[in-house]
């Protein structure tokens, strides 16, 4: 069984910074691109950031030049740093994984519980 499991959510001021991890887990031939969504109350799910497997990024524009996205392969681990904070981050952020359990079965998403982020004005 694969899995995605979360952490470093939690509350903290405006300008403050916080520190996610999404870490796959299970049987894992090979990760594509590793991306953090959130959603806040009565919105969609957006897409914050992601990274592919050569290491580029994208971002989403509310994002750019604040948050940080970064993968560690020989941990199949994800990280999303987030440095001045706003208010308008507020939301449960999700990690999603492209995966694949064995050369022979095809690239599926995976995600992970979500966490919570809240931002304090």
């Known amino acids: 069984q694969v899995q995605l499991v979360e952490s470093g959510g939690g509350l903290v001021q405006a300008g403050g910074s916080l520190r996610l991890s999404c870490a796959a887990s299970?049987?894992?031939?090979?990760?594509?691109?590793m991306g953090w969504y959130r959603q806040a109350p009565g919105n969609q799910r957006e897409l914050v950031a992601i990274i592919i497997s050569g290491g580029r990024t994208n971002y989403a524009d509310s994002v750019k030049g604040r948050f940080t996205i970064s993968r560690d392969n020989a941990k199949n681990t994800a990280y999303l740093q987030m440095n001045s904070l706003k208010p308008e981050d507020t939301a449960v952020y999700y990690c999603k994984a492209t995966m694949r359990e064995s050369w022979y079965t095809p690239f599926r998403d995976y995600w992970g519980q979500g966490t919570q982020v809240t931002v304090s004005s």
């Open positions: 299970g049987s894992i031939f090979s990760i594509n691109d």
